[in-house]
């Protein structure tokens, strides 16, 4: 079996993981403020480079303890380098490099938003299948056209807010808290009728780019017009409507593409109402869906280590001098 | 003290006044922009960036997950959100002190933790909800400074 080592501090969440073959998860842990507070002392905050640098070596050791391997055992070390918080992003370059450097691994540089995609493969779906790939996170709402062998082409993305951007701002709106995705998507599936319709935006635009900014608004304006709605019908109703534009797009474009394979990874992925409508309308239509579970859905190192071993199969290595980068790198093509 | 008010009726108009504004501005101008959630403030800095020159197939994201966006324009803009932040120390963790008043300009949204830190203003920008329309919005500019008279002008037309 071929391991990778997988490393991901693009964000907020430090993360490594042990994947074999590019499928096999032997580690994955991740140090978020929810989980790993308790063990290392205090919340992650969510934006510091430093507390990368705090929690990268234990949460290393503890990825080694949870595999059973040690550092002999791993063939190349896969890293996240872009896109991301450019501070965030150089702590786990770094740890990755060092350990390159020592024990003479090769290293392998990620696209953050490839690395998404390729949790799909970690839920059963063949590498090279071509597909359309949604990522949406809270950074992220991107639309991808996935070929053979691993060709990436940005299809359609959002022009302003990210879906789960969104999600969280909205929650604050309605005094829910952060993050925001959770709490709605619990509260939506407990109500029943809301007798709300908020608008679909960029539904019928022939592209494939998302806008939420505008649901935001039209939000914070029924709730300063209307104060009969309940927080809860507001907070089911705007799922509804963001779930309806996710799902309606991807279809979209996985028809005028001419594909029959659909995945849906990020943060967003997790909601369990996105989940049903794209399951039912997939089902209905023939089309064969992946969404991994929750876990590898967030930002994670499995991801990053499985994409990795098909670099690293392919003889796509990196130099040491590799270098990290806030953009994606991405151009929108024109449909 | 000069003070501002116009009124937008929708938000190709708001992007309009962000061009116009982007026109005025000059390297080291820092300008924190205040208003509730949805009130106009990133749609303002699209406009903002059309005025600074940053090329037309450049998408203007919120940046309140990745709390600085940088673009490159006839100067460099600095959009940053602090949306996310609880409180100065997180602040320093990311270094945003360094950008301002350095090379490009700096629009800040949700700048109220930075606020009693930042020196020297040139602009603060509001942005208000007008009721009557679900796309109208008031944009208040409070400025001391010379130049504030010839963009007030310009705003004017």
């Given at each position: 079996?071929?391991?990778?080592?997988?490393?991901?501090?693009?964000?907020?969440?430090?993360?490594?993981?042990?994947?074999?073959?590019?499928?096999?998860?032997?580690?994955?842990?991740?140090?978020?403020?929810?989980?790993?507070?308790?063990?290392?002392?205090?919340?992650?905050?969510?934006?510091?480079?430093?507390?990368?640098?705090?929690?990268?070596?234990?949460?290393?050791?503890?990825?080694?303890?949870?595999?059973?391997?040690?550092?002999?055992?791993?063939?190349?070390?896969?890293?996240?380098?872009?896109?991301?918080?450019?501070?965030?992003?150089?702590?786990?370059?770094?740890?990755?490099?060092?350990?390159?450097?020592?024990?003479?691994?090769?290293?392998?540089?990620?696209?953050?938003?490839?690395?998404?995609?390729?949790?799909?493969?970690?839920?059963?779906?063949?590498?090279?299948?071509?597909?359309?790939?949604?990522?949406?996170?809270?950074?992220?709402?991107?639309?991808?056209?996935?070929?053979?062998?691993?060709?990436?082409?940005?299809?359609?993305?959002?022009?302003?807010?990210?879906?789960?951007?969104?999600?969280d701002k909205v929650s604050k709106l309605l005094g829910f808290g952060y993050p925001g995705g959770p709490v709605i998507d619990r509260m939506a599936a407990e109500c029943n009728h809301t007798g709300i319709e908020f608008p679909r935006p960029m539904l019928s635009s022939p592209d494939f780019n998302f806008s939420f900014s505008g649901l935001k608004t039209a939000v914070m304006y029924h709730r300063k017009k209307h104060s009969e709605s309940s927080s809860e019908q507001i907070a089911t109703a705007f799922q509804e409507a963001v779930v309806d534009v996710l799902v309606s797009k991807s279809l979209q474009a996985t028809q005028k593409l001419g594909l029959n394979t659909l995945s849906v990874v990020g943060g967003v992925a997790a909601n369990s109402a996105l989940r049903r409508k794209f399951?039912?309308?997939?089902?209905?239509?023939?089309?064969?869906?992946?969404?991994?579970?929750?876990?590898?859905?967030?930002?994670?190192?499995?991801?990053?280590?499985?994409?990795?071993?098909?670099?690293?199969?392919?003889?796509?290595?990196?130099?040491?001098?590799?270098?990290?980068?806030?953009?994606?790198?991405?151009?929108?093509?024109?449909? | 003290?000069?003070?501002?008010?116009?009124?937008?009726?929708?938000?190709?108009?708001?992007?309009?006044?962000?061009?116009?504004?982007?026109?005025?501005?000059?390297?080291?101008?820092?300008?924190?922009?205040?208003?509730?959630?949805?009130?106009?403030?990133?749609?303002?800095?699209?406009?903002?960036?059309?005025?600074?020159?940053?090329?037309?197939?450049?998408?203007?994201?919120?940046?309140?997950?990745?709390?600085?966006?940088?673009?490159?324009?006839?100067?460099?803009?600095?959009?940053?959100?602090?949306?996310?932040?609880?409180?100065?120390?997180?602040?320093?963790?990311?270094?945003?002190?360094?950008?301002?008043?350095?090379?490009?300009?700096?629009?800040?949204?949700?700048?109220?933790?930075?606020?009693?830190?930042?020196?020297?203003?040139?602009?603060?920008?509001?942005?208000?909800?007008?009721?009557?329309?679900?796309?109208?919005?008031?944009?208040?500019?409070?400025?001391?400074?010379?130049?504030?008279?010839?963009?007030?002008?310009?705003?004017?037309?």
């Open positions: 079996m071929i391991n990778i080592l997988g490393i991901e501090s693009s964000c907020d969440d430090s993360s490594v993981a042990i994947v074999g073959d590019g499928v096999n998860i032997l580690g994955n842990v991740v140090a978020n403020q929810e989980a790993y507070h308790k063990k290392y002392g205090g919340i992650v905050p969510e934006i510091a480079a430093r507390k990368h640098m705090e929690h990268m070596l234990p949460v290393l050791d503890h990825c080694f303890n949870e595999s059973g391997l040690t550092i002999d055992d791993i063939d190349a070390i896969a890293v996240t380098h872009r896109p991301g918080l450019v501070g965030s992003l150089i702590v786990g370059l770094t740890v990755a490099k060092t350990l390159a450097y020592i024990h003479q691994k090769p290293l392998i540089g990620i696209h953050h938003i490839e690395a998404h995609a390729y949790a799909a493969c970690l839920a059963g779906l063949k590498y090279g299948t071509p597909h359309v790939a949604l990522v949406a996170s809270g950074g992220h709402t991107s639309l991808l056209r996935m070929s053979e062998e691993g060709r990436m082409a940005l299809i359609g993305q959002t022009l302003d807010d990210a879906a789960g951007e969104a999600f399951k039912e309308i997939c089902d209905k239509r023939g089309l064969s869906l992946f969404i991994p579970p929750s876990r590898l859905c967030t930002d994670n190192a499995a991801m990053v280590a499985g994409l990795g071993y098909q670099k690293y199969i392919r003889n796509l290595l990196d130099p040491l001098t590799l270098g990290v980068c806030s953009h994606s790198g991405m151009i929108l093509q024109k449909m | 003290m000069g003070y501002y008010s116009i009124k937008t009726n929708s938000a190709g108009e708001t992007r309009r006044l962000g061009a116009i504004l982007g026109g005025f501005l000059l390297p080291g101008d820092c300008i924190p922009l205040l208003g509730e959630m949805g009130s106009g403030k990133t749609c303002f800095v699209q406009g903002v960036a059309e005025g600074l020159g940053v090329s037309n197939d450049t998408i203007i994201c919120s940046p309140s997950f990745t709390l600085i966006n940088q673009y490159s324009g006839r100067i460099p803009l600095y959009h940053i959100d602090l949306f996310r932040l609880n409180s100065c120390r997180d602040l320093e963790d990311l270094e945003i002190i360094d950008l301002i008043h350095g090379d490009g300009v700096t629009m800040i949204e949700w700048p109220q933790i930075v606020l009693p830190g930042l020196p020297e203003i040139i602009l603060r920008i509001e942005f208000n909800w007008d009721m009557t329309s679900e796309t109208t919005r008031i944009i208040s500019f409070i400025s001391d400074t010379d130049r504030f008279d010839a963009l007030v002008g310009a705003l004017h037309d």
